[in-house]
């Protein structure tokens, strides 16, 4: 069974801080994500990898770095949290041999 | 402008009967497209995939079907069970792996009652 793995399921957080998500895979798949969910407009890319130190921008970059030193690991780094970045944040990892996105049970930001 | 979208946020519908959940798409270049299932504090799992060179896929109670020409497609549960109640996210891809970026809809909460 592929497993992602989130560090944190909740996390409050203060406008200012920097704020890291981790995200692990377990089964040595090249491709990760970071999306972001909101109400009414399903989950949104933020940024994906396709290899090592690889990333690519998805569709809401702003505001939001990532870090991906080790395959199993892709990091979403918020530099200075804001209250828009309240949301429910959710990693996914995927195999070049598959066609399915695992996802994991997602981060559930607040920035207060 | 949402490229990807569920016009009916929520559904209701009676155990034993069908769901049928709509997805319309604009972007042409779209040629895969799957269907993902969430439940409360837990991440998307996957349901169901369509390629574009087919018109129906099936699986067990899921049926997926894609009409090309109106952009649309639908995923049909039969018969709907309690357990199906969750949000139900669309998505759609160019290329025929879904590890190029997924395009998601906006999700519809389905409610099976008892």
């Known amino acids: 069974d592929v497993k992602v793995t989130q560090s944190s399921r909740y996390l409050v957080k203060r406008t200012g801080e920097k704020v890291f998500l981790e995200c692990v895979q377990d089964m040595d798949h090249e491709n990760m994500f970071w999306y972001r969910q909101d109400p009414g407009l399903g989950l949104r890319l933020i940024y994906f990898s396709y290899d090592v130190k690889m990333k690519e921008k998805g569709d809401i970059p702003e505001g939001y770095s990532v870090s991906r030193e080790k395959k199993e690991r892709f990091s979403l780094i918020l530099e200075s949290a804001s209250t828009n970045q309240t949301s429910m944040y959710l990693c996914?990892?995927?195999?070049?041999?598959?066609?399915?996105?695992?996802f994991g049970p997602g981060t559930r930001l607040t920035v207060l | 402008d949402q490229q990807v979208k569920q016009n009916s946020p929520s559904l209701s519908v009676q155990e034993g009967r069908i769901s049928i959940l709509n997805c319309d798409y604009t972007n042409s270049m779209f040629d895969y497209f799957l269907w993902y299932k969430k439940y409360p504090a837990e991440g998307p799992t996957f349901l169901i995939s369509i390629s574009s060179i087919k018109d129906k896929n099936e699986d067990g109670r899921f049926t997926v079907f894609l009409n090309k020409s109106a952009k649309h497609l639908s995923l049909h549960i039969v018969p709907s069970q309690p357990g199906d109640s969750a949000v139900y996210f669309c998505?759609?891809?160019?290329?025929?792996?879904?590890?190029?970026?997924?395009?998601f809809g906006g999700g519809t909460r389905l409610m099976v009652k008892p």
């Open positions: 998505a759609a891809s160019a290329g025929n792996n879904a590890g190029n970026m997924l395009t």
């Open positions: 996914a990892s995927l195999s070049v041999l598959s066609d399915t996105q695992y």
